[in-house]
């Protein structure tokens, strides 16, 4: 008994053992990977993809069966998924090497052209959407205002317009869902974007006083934005418009000194409105995301943010494949979000922003991986 327990190895024997393994794995995956280098020096020579999906399910089949066990079987099946994923990011990272930026399909430009254009909005005048055309553009800028995100899409694709300014998010309400699905349909690019701060105040005609007020008006997502403005003033009347420049509007042309509006200064300005109340809306940090869109594929030199989209196999890990190819390439993402793709029940369509340039190499190779492991992929800009 004593002998067969000296003879029993210690945990620290164990971990030796587990070392040694270790070493060994990591010299033969370094082996590994210098084969693969040499693989993605031949394909760059033949123009060959990167990506084979039935070579990649031939080879898991075959080292599934070198394993023992389902456990183990299972996890060779994961491990080796793992490194050919390593495997065709570290090809596309070579095949991107010296590779000419002239292959990028947009253009780079040093600047905008704000001279003699015509810019398109959705919504009225006085409205958020209008206040950022001017803050982009300037408040000369010749412009029109559409009904609907798709007439104002449809009037860049056409030429009636040179570019478009739709809002895409809001920090409080979120996502405006109809725009990131009208980016997929029409081959329109984002070029910039401009950040308004929602600040509601209260407007009236001039000489109107705060006691003279007996309703307000306002859109009814403003209007929920301001409650504590409405429980310090009991009596008044909260009156939902389809618009809060409508709203003001309204009031410009009624007239009447018992009716107010919550819209934004600019509205105020706009409509020749006094201020009565400024900063009414509940929260201080609210602020919507327009972006600036246009027909033409470019880029201003400078860009450090990217949008794209794409859509994946309906499958156990196909998103966290893709995500990889911005870890790998160091590639920092600041935004994701899914929608649904119509006429398709339970698949989904991603929309990622992220930092970087579409001149960077490391870009380059990411969006190459992503583009031939996705089912469909779009890059919707490059922007400031």
């Known amino acids: 008994m004593e002998n067969q327990k000296e003879q029993t190895p210690d945990l620290g024997q164990l971990r030796d053992k587990i070392d040694t393994?270790?070493?060994?794995?990591?010299?033969?995956?370094?082996?590994?990977?210098?084969v693969c280098e040499e693989v993605a020096a031949l394909k760059a020579q033949t123009d060959r993809k990167v990506y084979d999906k039935e070579r990649e399910e031939q080879k898991i089949a075959r080292v599934r069966e070198l394993a023992h066990g389902d456990f183990n079987k299972r996890g060779v099946t994961e491990l080796f998924r793992l490194l050919m994923g390593m495997s065709r990011?570290?090809?596309?990272?070579?095949?991107?090497?010296g590779r000419s930026t002239g292959r990028i399909?947009?253009?780079?430009?040093?600047?905008?052209?704000?001279?003699d254009i015509r810019v398109v909005y959705q919504g009225v005048e006085g409205a958020y959407s209008h206040a950022a055309l001017q803050e982009f553009f300037g408040p000369g800028t010749d412009s029109f205002h559409v009904r609907k995100f798709r007439?104002?899409?449809?009037?860049?694709?056409?030429?009636?317009?040179d570019y478009a300014v739709l809002p895409i998010e809001n920090t409080t309400a979120g996502i405006v869902a109809d725009n990131f699905d009208l980016l997929v349909d029409f081959e329109n690019y984002i070029v910039a974007e401009q950040i308004i701060p929602v600040e509601h105040v209260l407007m009236a005609c001039p000489g109107t006083r705060i006691e003279d007020v007996k309703t307000v008006y306002s859109h009814p997502q403003a209007l929920s934005q301001c409650?504590?403005?409405?429980?310090?003033?009991?009596?008044?009347?909260?009156?939902?418009?389809?618009?809060?420049?409508l709203a003001a509007g309204k009031i410009a042309k009624d007239g009447r000194?018992?009716?107010?509006?919550?819209?934004?200064?600019?509205?105020?300005?706009?409509?020749?409105?006094?201020?009565?109340?400024?900063?009414?809306?509940?929260?201080?940090?609210?602020?919507?995301?327009?972006?600036?869109?246009?027909?033409?594929?470019?880029?201003?030199?400078?860009?450090q943010k990217i949008s794209i989209c794409f859509e994946?196999?309906?499958?156990?890990?196909?998103?966290?494949?893709?995500?990889?190819?911005?870890?790998?390439?160091?590639?920092?993402?600041?935004?994701?979000?899914?929608?649904?793709?119509?006429?398709?029940?339970?698949?989904y369509r991603f929309f990622i922003d992220f930092e970087g340039n579409l001149n960077d190499a490391n870009v380059r190779s990411a969006l190459r991986g992503i583009r031939q492991e996705a089912i469909r992929m779009k890059i919707l800009g490059n922007y400031v």
């Open 89 to 97: 990011r570290r090809q596309y990272a070579i095949l991107e090497q």
């Open 312 to 347: 994946l196999p309906h499958s156990s890990g196909t998103l966290y494949n893709i995500l990889s190819h911005f870890i790998f390439n160091d590639v920092n993402m600041t935004h994701i979000e899914s929608r649904p793709i119509p006429g398709r029940n339970w698949e």
């Open 21 to 34: 393994v270790d070493a060994e794995i990591v010299r033969l995956f370094e082996a590994r990977m210098a």
């Open 151 to 161: 007439d104002a899409m449809e009037a860049i694709a056409d030429g009636s317009a």
């Open 227 to 245: 409650e504590g403005l409405f429980s310090r003033h009991s009596g008044w009347v909260a009156a939902a418009y389809d618009n809060t420049a």
């Open 105 to 115: 399909p947009f253009i780079e430009v040093e600047a905008l052209d704000k001279e």
């Open 257 to 303: 000194k018992d009716q107010a509006a919550i819209g934004s200064r600019f509205a105020a300005e706009h409509f020749h409105l006094e201020v009565l109340l400024e900063h009414v809306n509940d929260l201080e940090e609210n602020a919507t995301r327009f972006m600036i869109v246009t027909n033409q594929r470019i880029f201003v030199k400078g860009a």
